[in-house]
């Protein structure tokens, strides 16, 4: 048995729940997504819970049972609290500013970059060195954190770069002389 999907995922008040078919709807106080759910598990939507059961033991079900599950707790989640990805940018000259939705960042390099925020992402900027990329889909928001870290992964030598806030960078030693 999936010790994952075994669990109950507890509804809060002030979140509904719809099933069309295969087709999960979550409406609550942050907004509302909507997920596909594989075929072959059961959702059953009760009062103040949501339970699912697979239709046999076999490897791909026990996955699947305990994916759905989580996939289901992370939309009740996000349409009540959201999630959050701290970023934090290192070097000098390196900063970011936001406009709108469009993100422009100075990383060391000859022209600025521009980065379009997706549809339900916000980013929220203290002291042009540290950002926080907000919103109720879990799946988006790390997406989006790790896009914008990509456009300068921080380096071994001298840690310059974005990198996320509880992200340890391994220091290399840089060349020594005679």
Do not use: W
Not at 86 to 108: F, K, P, Q
Not at 113 to 118: A, E, R, S, T
Not at 127 to 151: C, E, H, P
Request: proline share 5%; no cysteine; glycine share 10%.
């Amino acid at each position: 048995m999936s010790r994952i999907g075994k669990l109950p995922v507890a509804i809060p008040s002030g979140v509904k729940i719809s099933l069309d078919g295969n087709l999960l709807t979550v409406a609550g106080p942050k907004g509302s997504l909507s997920q596909p759910l594989h075929e072959r598990m059961s959702i059953a939507v009760e009062t103040d819970q949501v339970k699912v059961s697979r239709p046999s033991d076999s490897k791909q079900d026990s996955a699947l049972h305990g994916l759905t599950r989580a996939l289901i707790n992370n939309m009740v989640l996000g349409v009540t609290t959201g999630f959050k990805k701290d970023l934090e940018i290192n070097g000098v000259g390196y900063r970011a500013e936001i406009t709108g939705n469009v993100l422009t960042m100075s990383l060391g390099y000859s022209h600025p970059v521009v980065y379009q925020l997706p549809e339900g992402i916000s980013v929220e900027i203290e002291k042009q060195t540290k950002l926080s990329v907000k919103g109720i889909d879990k799946q988006l928001v790390g997406s989006a954190a790790a896009k914008i870290r990509s456009y300068r992964k921080p380096e071994p030598y001298k840690g310059k770069g974005i990198k996320y806030a509880d992200e340890r960078i391994m220091r290399k030693a840089g060349k020594t002389g005679k």
